[in-house]
């Protein structure tokens, strides 16, 4: 794998790090795509994590693969727009069951890195830089 995008493509829960106050928190997610030369992710604007965002714009995301593991860290900005939020429900239709309104249910928001590296490690090799996608 070449990219950041293949890798969570092949191992697809990774898990999302943000900052509540002074505290790390974690979470699996399992939905990425490509849009407009950046990778996006969606969230719930009801879940802790949308206002973690909301406050603290910075990320990092993890993913454990089989021989190696990948982080990605930068910061995000949201897209509220319907054409986002259509593209993740045309890349991901299992949302529907959670959002059954699709790209018009206004708890659902997409997010994208603004800016990120993202590196991929193993126990054998010296940490490397790798393309987003």
Request: charged share 25%.
């Amino acid at each position: 794998m070449n990219t950041a995008l293949e890798f969570i493509k092949a191992y697809p829960v990774f898990h999302v790090a943000t900052v509540e106050g002074n505290q790390a928190r974690v979470r699996p997610f399992g939905f990425i795509m490509k849009r407009n030369d950046a990778l996006y992710f969606c969230t719930n604007k009801n879940k802790d994590v949308y206002k973690q965002l909301v406050q603290n714009p910075d990320i990092e995301i993890s993913d454990m693969g089989k021989d190696s593991w990948l982080r990605i860290r930068g910061r995000i900005a949201f897209d509220d727009s319907r054409e986002a939020k259509a593209q993740a429900f045309e890349v991901m239709p299992d949302l529907l069951r959670m959002y059954p309104e699709g790209a018009d249910d206004e708890r659902f928001v997409t997010f994208y890195f603004t800016s990120a590296e993202a590196k991929l490690f193993s126990f054998t090799a010296a940490p490397k830089v790798i393309p987003l996608f």
